[in-house]
């Protein structure tokens, strides 16, 4: 069974960094692109950034210059690093990724996520 799971979250003052993953396992194709979101309370949920699968990176307007996307073809896994966390970046960051067999997208699986506190 294909899953995806996000980890790497905790509690960081502002001002600080955190590097959260997101990796897919069990899947019998290949992972292509991936994304990160987050979740607020209240379920309102924001795109964070995208890597495709030839590795071009897009970010929401808010990251400006703080946050990296990358992925890890052989790991199968997606990162996301942040620098000078404020507290209004505090929410549940969750992940996607398009799984692809036969050279087609077939799928695209979502993570539940981790979470991201950051204190003032």
């Known amino acids: 069974q294909v899953q995806l799971v996000e980890s790497g979250g905790g509690e960081v003052q502002a001002g600080g960094s955190l590097k959260v993953s997101c990796t897919v396992s069990?899947?019998?194709?290949?992972?292509?692109?991936m994304a990160w979101y987050r979740r607020y309370p209240g379920n309102q949920r924001e795109w964070v950034a995208s890597?495709?699968?030839?590795?071009?990176?897009n970010y929401g307007d808010f990251v400006k210059g703080r946050f990296t996307i990358s992925k890890d073809n052989a790991k199968n896994t997606a990162y996301l690093q942040m620098n000078d966390l404020k507290p209004e970046d505090a929410a549940v960051y969750f992940c996607?990724?398009?799984?692809?067999?036969?050279?087609?997208?077939?799928?695209?699986?979502w993570g539940q996520g981790t979470q991201v506190t950051v204190s003032s």
């Open positions: 996607n990724a398009n799984i692809i067999r036969l050279g087609r997208p077939v799928d695209t699986i």
């Open positions: 069990g899947n019998r194709g290949r992972v292509g692109g």
């Open positions: 890597i495709t699968d030839g590795g071009a990176t």
